[in-house]
């Protein structure tokens, strides 16, 4: 089945530092979502990307659908204590059963004041 | 209501003991998903509802799994003869009308232990 990779697992950075995590994939996609994850609550959407190449930012978020479809990397710039929780990226195939929604294994993100 | 919300949020069972999770969807919302998070992975896609539609299965990893949704809107998802592996996070999303690229909400999951 699709698999997503996701890497690194976890990131320990200090108040101010830019983040960068990526998600690998070895099937084309024609969606690629970021959520994030806080203890005790389900994902919230932050990013969609649509087109391949297509480069979006939402505040100091900006991610990036690749090129072959087969990747995507999320940015965070000048990371803050509320940035900290569970980053996933999501995969979507348009398909006749809604569309659902492949996840990589999470990044957890620290950050320390 | 204003977002998806799913009882019970904690569910502590014995082994081999059936268990029904709910998920209140989204008012208006004709796509119903549920997924499985285990403990530092990702999620895992279970099953999905689509109005009236016959759901899609395919995710669901045994016969021992089963999902009804009643007049398309609350679901209920059953596990039979619960196994110490089925220990995870359940979480419903739903979403409009279960398009590509339509934001899927999620709730805040149940939060199941197997004994």
């Known amino acids: 089945g699709q698999q997503l990779n996701q890497s690194p697992q976890s990131m320990f950075i200090q108040e101010g530092e830019d983040v960068s995590m990526n998600c690998t994939s070895s099937?084309?996609?024609?969606?690629w979502l970021w959520y994030k994850q806080e203890p005790g609550e389900g994902p919230v959407l932050l990013i969609a990307?649509?087109?391949?190449?297509e480069l979006t930012s939402n505040g100091r978020l900006t991610a990036q659908f690749g090129i072959t479809r087969k990747d995507s990397f999320l940015n965070i710039s000048a990371s803050i204590p509320s940035d900290v929780g569970i980053y996933f990226c999501?995969?979507?195939?348009?398909?006749?059963?809604?569309?659902?929604?492949?996840f990589g294994e999470g990044t957890q993100l620290t950050v320390n004041p | 209501g204003a977002g998806v919300s799913q009882s019970p949020s904690n569910k502590v069972t014995e082994k081999g003991k059936d268990v029904e999770l709910r998920c209140d969807p989204i008012?208006?919302?004709?796509?119903l998903y549920w997924y499985r998070q285990s403990l530092g992975q990702g999620l895992e896609f279970l099953i999905y509802?689509?109005?009236?539609?016959?759901?899609?299965k395919s995710g669901l990893p045994s016969d021992r799994f089963s999902a009804e949704r009643t007049g398309g809107s609350v679901s209920t998802l059953t596990i039979q003869r619960t196994q110490q592996e089925d220990s995870a996070v359940y979480l419903c999303?739903?979403?409009?009308?279960?398009?590509?690229?339509?934001?899927?909400?999620f709730g805040p999951g149940t939060r199941l232990l197997v004994l």
């Open positions: 999303a739903s979403s409009l009308y279960g398009g590509r690229g339509e934001t899927q909400y």
């Open positions: 099937s084309i996609f024609n969606t």
């Open positions: 990307l649509y087109k391949a190449g």
């Open positions: 999501a995969g979507q195939v348009e398909e006749t059963s809604g569309s659902r929604l492949t």
């Open positions: 008012s208006g919302h004709t796509a």
């Open positions: 509802f689509q109005g009236n539609s016959a759901p899609d």
